[in-house]
């Protein structure tokens, strides 16, 4: 059973550096955002498309708009994110979604990489 990073969030993120997050993507090296708590974050400009967020914990966070159709979101947890125009992989089902937003469920991702 893997454990959230409570105890910080990811610097460049938490600063909500989007410009030097995705400077970070673009040259393949991308932040590990694996277990991390990004609750309550502003998201929007961060590309997300292809992030790591396995376990990762969203809660209240602003999505609205994101491209995480190639993320892996196995285990992550998004209860209460803004989620309008939000593109999920394909492999990830409106009821698990829906469950993981109003209850806090966390997301089993068929095709987790």
């Known amino acids: 059973m893997s454990t959230i990073n409570r105890s910080g969030k990811p610097e460049i993120l938490f600063e909500e550096n989007a410009e030097k997050y995705n400077s970070l993507v673009k040259a393949g090296k991308p932040p590990d955002l694996t277990n991390k708590n990004l609750s309550d974050l502003d998201l929007r400009a961060f590309d997300l498309k292809t992030a790591n967020l396995k376990g990762a914990y969203l809660r209240g966070a602003n ?3 994101v491209d995480l159709s190639e993320a892996n979101l196995d285990g992550v947890s998004i209860k209460n994110a803004l989620i309008s125009g939000c593109l999920f992989p394909r ?3 409106a009821c698990e979604i829906q469950l993981s937003n109003t209850l806090g469920t966390r997301m089993r991702q068929n095709d987790a990489k």
């Open 63 to 65: 999505l609205k708009g």
């Open 91 to 93: 492999g990830l089902s």
